[in-house]
């Protein structure tokens, strides 16, 4: 809000608290996203500050879905990152052509799918299918131009 006011000084505040996250991400998913959003700031370019944005989350599905990946055969902690991953596709969805968009959502919901369920008392239960999740978060990799 910030920066559609046009307050970069408000803009540089809110970008400092969220300097942790940012320099995790520099540091283990996606190199020069902190120089990415202080080059946008400098520049006082919205359109910059969006896309460094739009970045973040696609860094943060990806972050997600390998954390589900890793821990599929622990159905709570997959089943809450792949619910992570879709929050933060929620929150780029209308920046993405429908298309991808549409693509992105399928796709996460396939991976959800994949990630089985334990069923009531074990009654309904389904086993996790890593090749589905595999393939579902690959095709999320792709629609973004990552290497699966």
Known sequence: ????AGNWDAAKTALSGMQAELTYLDENEDKGISQA???AISAKDPKAIMAAFDR????E???RLNGARDN???YQS???LVVKAQRFYTAVAADLPPDQGKTINTALQQALDAIGNPGVFGVGARAAD?????AARATILKVFGKTP
């Open 1 to 4: 809000s910030a920066v559609s």
């Open 37 to 39: 959003f202080d080059a």
């Open 56 to 59: 973040v989350a696609e860094d």
């Open 61 to 63: 599905i990806v972050r």
């Open 72 to 74: 599929l055969k622990d």
């Open 78 to 80: 997959a089943k809450a």
């Open 130 to 134: 890593p090749d589905a999740f595999a």
